[in-house]
């Protein structure tokens, strides 16, 4: 290196020291990209610049990578650890040497592996972006631009604080070279790959170009199916075209968002106080996948479940400080007042009414600027579940969306679409208080900016946070595999239905809302909260609490549920420590020790946040409830009841495993439980449970109690009054669960919820327990009541008895 520019690198230090703060993404490169740093690194950035290596020097350094001003020696030669792959603009024109140095030094490290079979040389591609502000559509520039110095000095000046580094997948010259030779051909093929590379990567890092909202409003107005609408709502109003044209611009103004970047460059600075203010740390799992489908060039479509109102804000900081674009997000109407109406607005929200029946020009504007989102490669995001879930489980999801996601697809996108399911949880909803109160039957309180202003009152210490992004769903493929010829059906006009489009949104929706609860978060409060609700006194001893926590932890790790699901790394005693910190346990003290309890308020709370996890323990706790109840059974006994149950766990709790790989999954289980002393295995593969270690045993069963109770009911119920119509099934089951909870104190909210029992008699159908007039196969029916009432305590099956007799007694009478 010439003493010169070792001179000015060292003038600059000062500066960029004072001016640049630098983000790596991704936060542990090491790890994230499987680098081995025993292995030669080398460095390929897009342009020469020296303000670039010094911003990256500073950022690897940190994360223990090699410093790319230090030369690396390879089989006694020394090479720079950097390399360049595109000239640049200086203020005189191009610096053309730069691209040959390029060639000459992948040539060389090409033609060193052809000599040395163990050579490996990582080339890790890293980008270093000034800012990430999106260009406007007026302005049709590459996405990747070089600067002169200028040009770079200002651009540190204005976005110094505003500084991302994206380090890259490593690209092995090992394979290269073993796959593709080691001539100079392949060194241009490299340098041309990581141009188109780099490019991309600053597309997913800013986003398509922004349109002003009156260019895509005329843009709009131009379609087709809007012209055709306003020409259908001015003849049904009977007024005239000018009027009907006037609102449907009111209502593209209501919908449209007003995307600013410099709010999201702003809000991330106050979110991230926002966040440190409240919580105690932030839990992001699985980004990278969704990284390398931004890059990839895929639209993508966030599915997140949806627990509070933090989820609209808590999954665009996330995304913008990995690195991503926000989406636009689906918000609902009841968000669109001052001030909150015009912020979100600008940071990417578009406003839908609960309801578009009836309102044909509303319903084909807001198609159409789904479809121009869509079109224009912007992300979006959208709750499918319709709303807040008040329970803490998932609920069924509502298909609108998602059909309008397919019809969009249908006018001949160019770019695949996928989903991407989002597992949001928290140590603490804000809002869980009042979702009680609204299932006791207090009515839903308006948003508002005086409620805006209650809640940010009341924030404090609220744990840790979650955000796990799940298994994509490209939709290309899902619909070549569910519709073959659905690329048949596209229509440039967006207003086709095709017959298969109802049901393959349905097995969609089914396997999205799977694929949610797949990316399940387990902490410590979902499983403290879950313990102390299996026991019957909402209390346990501080070791009890311990012991539970540690059988909670050993099968969710042993037992994989799924490939993206996230378990504590922290022992069970740290995680009570953490939980109990929370401030929502009781804690007492005698002579034996510490007691951990609930009082009834923090009970029926609790029951959020178990439920927020209680799909992951559902198998294992039928098969202890199971074992519990009858002390020993044979391994094949259980497998065919946990076949018979499982169907209706399945459709209520979206459990991923198919039927044909249940009995190996429930053999998996019960050699966990056998590991933890809990049950005992013959050699004729009996299990029986172990009477001297049985608490721990009992309080996992008892976690599946309650649904197994509500299926008792209905099953018992139906074959008792077999010709019972579905609507009075589900009523009178209600009424039989409400009455069990007051005698029984089960507090938990969705016990007695119709739409639980509603999903039940679905189930029923599907397995042929009903057919399709609704008449009851008895003898199947009888079968799985009668297991039913095998898993309950004597207490409440009595109850439910007596309550079902009860209720055909009025009937009869």
Known sequence: MSSGRMLSRSLLKLPMSVLVKGTTIPSNPIEDHSID?????????????????????????????????????INGKQFNRYVFTSSRQTVMGNDQDVPSDSISQFSDLLELHKFDSELDVQVIPTTVLWGRKPGKESQQKPYLQSLNGPQKAKAML????????????????????????????IAHKLARVARIHFSRQKLAASGPNLPSRQALFDRLMQSKAIEKAIEDEAKAKNIPIEKARKEAQAIMDEIAADFSYSLIKNGERLLGWLWNRIYQGLNITNAATVRKLAQDGHEIVYVPCHRSHMDYLLLSYVLYREGMVPPHIAAGINLNFFPAGP?????????????????????????????????KGYSVEYFSEGGRSRTGRLLQAKTGMLAMTIQAMLRGLNRPVTLVPVYIGYEHVMEVATYAKELRGKRKEKENASLVLRTIRKLRNFGQGYVNFGEPIPLNQYLNEQAPEWTKDIDPMGSSKPQWL???????????MTHINDAAATNALTLCATALLASRQRALSRDSLVNQIDCYLSILKNVPYSSTYTVPQDDAES????AESLDKFMLEADSMGDIVSLDRNQSILMTYYRNNIIHLLALPSLIAQMLVRHQQLSLAQIQQNVALVYPFLKQELFLSVEQEN????????????????????????????????????????RTITETLQRYSIALNLLVANPELGKSDLELKSQDIAQRLGRLHGINAPEFFDKGVFSALFTTLKQQ??????????????EQLASLLYSMLYPEVRLTIEESIYQAVEAKQA
């Open 502 to 512: 109802n049901p393959v949104v349905n097995d969609l929706a089914t396997k999205m």
């Open 343 to 375: 912020i979100f607005r600008r940071g990417g929200a578009f406003f839908i009414r609960r309801s578009f029946k009836g309102n044909k020009l509303y319903s084909t504007i807001f198609r159409e600027y789904l479809a121009e989102l869509f079109a």
């Open 768 to 781: 042929a327990y009903l057919d399709v007039d609704g008449n009851c196969d008895g003898a199947k029916s």
């Open 575 to 578: 995680l009570v420590k953490h």
């Open 158 to 185: 204005l976005a110094g604080r505003d500084c991302l580094v994206r380090i890259s997948p490593v690209v092995s010259l090992r394979y290269m070279a073993d796959s593709h030779g080691t001539d100079t051909s």
């Open 662 to 701: 249940l009995a190996l999954l429930t053999e998996a289980y019960i050699e966990e439980l056998a590991g933890q002393g809990l049950v005992t295995i013959n050699s004729e593969q009996q299990v029986s449970i172990n009477t001297a270690n049985s608490q721990v045993l009992v309080l996992l069963g």
């Open 37 to 73: 740093i025993n292995k030669p690194i080398v460095y390929a950035l897009p342009y020469r610049s020296d303000v670039d290596l010094l911003a990256l020097q500073a950022q690897v350094i940190k994360l223990g990578l090699p410093d790319p001003l230090e030369a690396v020696e």
